[in-house]
């Protein structure tokens, strides 16, 4: 398996909800990250997970709360979200320090 | 602080003509530089990096320290190369077991026939 899935594709949200994104790979990376996406702008960083430990917060609102269960898991967890945070949420892998494998992305909506 | 910036949002050309999107880059280390492509409803997928130093899809990229830049060519452009372009740079933190990305803005690329 040389991909990195996501669950779900799609999520509307209120913003009193709970939901969950997912994201797993079986490529045997030690390293796991979550990206935030706007149309037509560069990922920007969130999370970085290694060996199953954050190691990179990057100022991320307490509303998101990642969570990595094992090796080839990866969660981010969403609460009382505002609408600005619709955007497409992008997991990556990758083995050490080379180069990053992308998941198709969860796009979420924020009503 | 590193910086990656591509200064072209749009480029259009015509199917078979050359095509040159640039990239320059801002980092006091030794960088490792990557060209990252996302096409229409697809995932983002890497499409070349420096260390490499291969040709993938006819595109080619040389990092050039001297004038900082890591510009992605092709002599001959397709229809199928339309698409949203990244450069993106990887800082080399001594220690760490993973990569952190700087991303360009991007550069949308419209092949037309």
């Known amino acids: 398996d040389t991909e990195v899935t996501q669950t779900p594709k799609h999520l509307v949200m209120g913003m009193t909800n709970k939901k969950s994104l997912k994201c797993e790979q079986h490529m045997g990376h030690r390293a796991m990250y979550w990206y935030k996406q706007k149309a037509k702008k560069p990922p920007e960083l969130m999370f970085v997970y290694s060996y199953e430990k954050l190691s990179i917060n990057e100022s991320v609102p307490s509303r998101f709360s990642p969570e990595c269960p094992n090796s080839s898991l990866l969660n981010l967890h969403l609460h009382a979200l505002q609408p600005e945070d619709s955007a497409l949420y992008l997991c990556a892998s990758s083995r050490s320090v080379y180069e990053q494998y992308f998941g198709p992305g969860t796009r979420l909506t924020v009503t | 602080a590193q910086r990656v910036t591509q200064p072209e949002k749009l480029l259009s050309v015509f199917k078979g003509a050359p095509v040159e999107l640039k990239c320059n880059y801002s980092?006091?280390?030794?960088?490792?530089l990557f060209w990252y492509v996302q096409y229409s409803r697809q995932r983002l997928q890497l499409l070349l990096r420096?260390?490499s130093r291969e040709s993938i899809k006819g595109f080619t990229a040389d990092l050039n320290k001297g004038e900082t830049s890591f510009h992605l060519k092709k002599p001959f452009a397709q229809e199928e190369d339309s698409a949203m372009y990244y450069c993106?740079?990887?800082?080399?933190?001594?220690?760490?077991?993973?990569?952190?990305?700087?991303f360009g803005q991007g550069t949308i690329l419209t092949v037309h026939p």
């Open positions: 993106a740079l990887k800082a080399n933190a001594g220690g760490t077991s993973y990569g952190k990305l700087t």
């Open positions: 980092y006091s280390g030794s960088p490792e």
């Open positions: 420096h260390i």
